[in-house]
């Protein structure tokens, strides 16, 4: 979003979505996040307040994708074990899906999974091609398309328009979406992530999502963050074949046009992509029906 828009329009690109309220656990952890020194014990404190939510998190850490030896039987155990950040983004993402009650939303489980599994495989990426925040990946895979959710509980058929949006490669997603609803679900989730105050950065790539071929491109040669993280993004969103569950299609048509760049851009090459395809399908069934 490069300049700042009016009340009226923002209400407009809303198309009357009503934004839900940051949940207060996240709140509360982000407040303990940046403390100069964060208490992990008011952190595991402030979980254990929802019995159903450390439960979860619990269910999580305990997945074959942490790969820990040893069984963890308390939420002290899994913040001190996977780190501050790691636990509190578990939280997010599944704040994300208690927020949204309605019942069209919950009963998307297919979706729920596959934001959980692009989080996890872009922050594996992340670790591989040396991003220094993995962190913020995982939170950007969790939240990237935050935005479908709220349009799939505003209009009724909004299954149906993903779909077509894409089945028209000549289109980006977001094209087909702007003109049958004028908006879009990159958009949406850019006012909801800026309204749960999550860093800017993360607020722009999001909106920018279904923009990738303007960075990946043979006349292109910027070098910045949130075109690495933009490639990340891809990456994962490809692995975990998002285009199949969202699009129904088989085939990933943002991917054939912005593929080789992507790979080129993390230093990576066809053979390393086939490695990752195999590794997470070996962990995907474990890890698939969390929620």
């Not at 952890?29 to 964060?38: G, I, N, R, T, Y």
Request: charge should be negative.
């Amino acid at each position: 979003m490069a300049h700042e828009l009016t009340t009226e329009q923002i209400e407009s690109i809303l198309q009357g979505i009503r934004i839900p309220p940051q949940p207060q656990i996240m709140v509360d952890l982000q407040l303990e996040q940046v403390m100069p020194d964060p208490d992990l014990g008011r952190i595991a404190s402030l979980i254990r307040q929802d019995p159903a939510l450390a439960g979860t998190v619990l269910k999580v850490v305990n997945s074959p994708f942490y790969g820990l030896s040893n069984r963890i039987t308390s939420v002290e155990q899994a913040v001190n074990l996977i780190g501050m950040n790691s636990v509190v983004n578990i939280v997010n993402g599944l704040s994300i899906k208690s927020q949204m009650s309605d019942e069209k939303i919950v009963a998307m489980n297919r979706f729920w999974d596959t934001a959980t599994d692009i989080a996890n495989v872009a922050t594996t990426i992340a670790k591989q091609v040396g991003y220094p925040n993995p962190d913020l990946v995982y939170l950007l895979g969790l939240f990237h398309n935050c935005g479908i959710p709220l349009l799939m509980s505003r209009f009724d058929n909004y299954s149906s328009v993903m779909v077509e949006s894409y089945n028209h490669p000549e289109l980006r997603v977001v094209d087909v979406e702007n003109q049958q609803l004028n908006t879009n679900h990159a958009v949406i989730g850019y006012y909801t992530a800026k309204s749960w105050r999550l860093p800017k950065i993360l607020c722009d790539v999001i909106a920018e999502h279904h923009n990738a071929t303007r960075y990946f491109s043979a006349s292109d040669y910027r070098d910045t963050e949130q075109k690495t993280l933009l490639a990340i993004l891809k990456l994962a969103e490809h692995i975990c074949g998002n285009y199949r569950v969202l699009g129904k299609q088989s085939s990933d048509p943002e991917w054939q046009i912005i593929g080789d760049e992507v790979l080129a851009y993390l230093g990576l090459g066809e053979y390393d992509m086939e490695q990752m395809e195999a590794n997470f399908a070996e962990l995907g069934a474990s890890y698939q029906n969390y929620f």
